[in-house]
């Protein structure tokens, strides 16, 4: 069971990224997934959440005209893009599972990828 | 959005000692918490689910409490390994929010 994440990187203000998160070793499509980030020295924070057919999106408030989630369950793969970086969004995004298969938002975060840095500075 | 407020944000320890690390939400979430490890250079590991149910693997020193609003993280016997962040969060609603966090350090 494994997540890997790709697609970071060191881009100007105002750039765009598209991070991408494969899964392996379990059934991708039957979880819902989720984008968790780490500024330097930082907590965690959720950013993004999609149900396990990608019906049901979530994007934290003050992200969601930047940040879109999606998922390609034939590629056991999901994905983030981020518009208008902004030097607030420096920080390392983990990929995550949630627990409990079938559920949306309703259960912890048991398997999570090694993170992707993304660095936003001019 | 539910507030998640964890304390103390720093936690001197000695190995062998009982430490107990607490998270207050600003409303009622039932038993929908959870408990995360992270060490230095790592990704967030899960503990506890549920507020009380330890994951497979986690060792029994660790245990989690309480229920509504006040939660508790308590790990009886510290071993050298255990010096790490640990994190709360609550999933009873989107957005699902984490507490601040909390250093346990050698003291």
């Known amino acids: 069971v494994q997540l890997v994440e790709s697609g970071g990187g060191l881009v100007r203000p105002g750039g765009s990224l598209r991070l991408s998160c494969a899964a392996s070793g379990f059934t991708f499509s039957s979880y819902s997934m989720h984008w968790v980030r780490q500024a330097p020295g930082k907590g965690l924070e959720s950013v993004s959440s999609?149900?396990?057919?990608?019906?049901?999106?979530y994007h934290a408030d003050s992200l969601k005209f930047r940040f879109t989630v999606s998922r390609d369950n034939a590629k056991n793969s999901l994905y983030l893009q981020i518009n208008s970086l902004r030097a607030e969004d420096t920080a390392l995004y983990y990929c995550?599972?949630?627990?409990?298969?079938?559920?949306?938002?309703?259960?912890?975060?048991?398997?999570w990828g090694q993170g992707t840095m993304v660095t936003v500075s001019s | 959005v539910i507030w998640v407020t964890q304390s103390p944000a720093l936690l001197s320890a000695s190995t062998g000692d009982r430490v107990t690390i607490s998270c207050r939400m600003s409303?009622?979430?039932?038993?929908?918490l959870a408990w995360y490890q992270q060490k230095p250079g790592k990704a967030p590991e899960l503990l506890i689910s549920g507020a009380s149910t330890l994951e497979s693997g986690v060792p029994s020193r660790f245990s989690g409490g309480g229920s509504g609003t006040d939660f508790s993280l308590t790990i009886s016997d510290l071993q050298s390994e255990d010096f790490a962040t640990y994190y709360c969060q609550q999933y009873y609603t989107f957005p699902l929010t984490f507490g601040q966090g909390t250093k346990v350090e050698i003291k």
């Open positions: 999609i149900s396990s057919d990608g019906t049901y999106m």
């Open positions: 995550a599972r949630e627990k409990r298969r079938g559920s949306y938002g309703g259960d912890a975060f048991d398997i």
């Open positions: 409303q009622d979430v039932t038993n929908y």
